[in-house]
C-alpha cells in the first residue's frame, strides 16, 4: 500500500504544524509547513519591497518571484526552510511577519507561485501538509482530511506561550487581537479562504492536549 497523502487544516494556534510532524515520524512519512513558506514569502518582502511609507509593495513582490529561492532542508529528521540558502527558521516567527503574513498569503500571485510546489511535493505520496486550504485547494485527492479548530482564548494562550519561549515581548491581548485579524483575513480573502473541506474531520482541541489530538487523528488513519 502507497504511502497516504494527508492535509490538515485549521486556524492559528491549533498545534497544526507540531502536530503534523509527530504524525509524520509515527507513520514514516514527510512533513511538510506550508505556512512557513508563506512566512518566507513575507520575511522576503518585509526585507526587500518596501516603500517610502513602509508598506509592502506588492508589485515589487511580485516581480522579484524569480529571485526568490524555497527550500526545505533535513536538519536533524527535521525540514527546516531556507530563503535563498540561508535558515530563516527562527526569522519567519517573529512579531512583524505574524503581523503581515494573511495580507500577503491572501495574494492571488502569491498562492499561484506556492501552490505549484506544494503539489509537485505530494505526487510520490508518503506527506502531510498543514495550512489552511490544503485540503480544499492544494491536495483536494488527499486520502486523509483534518481540520483542527480551538476556542480564541485558548489559541491565544497557546500563541502567547509560544512567543514568550522565544523570547518574543508581548502581551496576551495583543496576541488575541491578532489572531483575531488574521482568522478574519484567511476566511474572508477571496482566494482559497481558510474552510473547512467538505469531507475533513473536524477536530476541535480545545480542551485536549497535543497528544490527545494525535491520537485521535491516528485512529482515522488506516494503518
Known amino acids: 500500500m502507497n504511502k497516504p497523502v494527508i492535509a490538515i487544516d485549521g486556524f492559528s494556534s491549533t498545534g497544526k504544524s ?6 509524520a515520524k509515527r507513520l514514516g512519512i514527510v512533513h511538510l509547513d506550508t ?3 508563506y512566512r518566507g514569502i513575507t520575511w522576503f518582502a518585509i526585507q526587500n519591497c518596501i516603500d517610502d511609507d513602509q508598506k509592502i509593495n506588492l508589485e515589487e513582490l ?3 518571484f524569480k529571485l526568490i529561492n524555497l527550500e526545505f532542508r533535513n536538519d536533524e529528521g527535521e525540514l527546516v526552510l531556507y530563503l535563498n540558502h540561508i535558515n530563516v527558521s ?3 516567527r517573529t512579531k512583524e511577519v505574524a503581523d503581515h503574513v494573511s495580507f500577503i498569503a491572501k495574494q492571488k500571485e502569491v498562492r499561484d507561485f506556492l501552490l505549484e510546489t506544494q503539489q509537485s511535493l505530494a505526487l510520490k ?3 502531510i501538509m498543514d495550512g489552511r486550504d490544503i485540503g480544499t485547494v492544494v491536495l483536494p485527492n488527499a486520502d486523509y482530511k483534518f481540520f483542527l479548530t480551538a476556542s480564541i482564548d485558548e489559541r491565544s494562550r497557546r500563541r502567547y506561550m509560544e512567543m514568550i519561549c522565544l523570547g518574543m515581548t508581548t502581551d496576551l491581548e495583543t496576541v488575541k487581537e491578532n489572531l483575531i ?3 478574519k483575513i484567511d476566511s474572508e480573502r477571496e482566494i482559497a479562504p481558510l474552510k473547512k473541506a467538505d469531507n475533513a474531520i473536524e477536530i476541535d482541541n480545545t ?3 497535543k497528544n490527545e ?3 485521535k487523528i491516528l485512529s482515522f488513519i488506516k494503518k
Not at 507540531?18 to 504524525?23: A, D, L, P, V
Open 62 to 64: 511580485f516581480a522579484s
Open 18 to 23: 507540531s502536530i503534523s510532524k509527530i504524525i
Open 35 to 37: 505556512g512557513a513558506l
Open 181 to 183: 485579524t488574521r482568522d
Open 90 to 92: 527562527k526569522e519567519i
Open 213 to 215: 489530538t494525535i491520537e
Open 207 to 209: 480542551s485536549l492536549n
Open 125 to 127: 505520496g508518503g506527506i
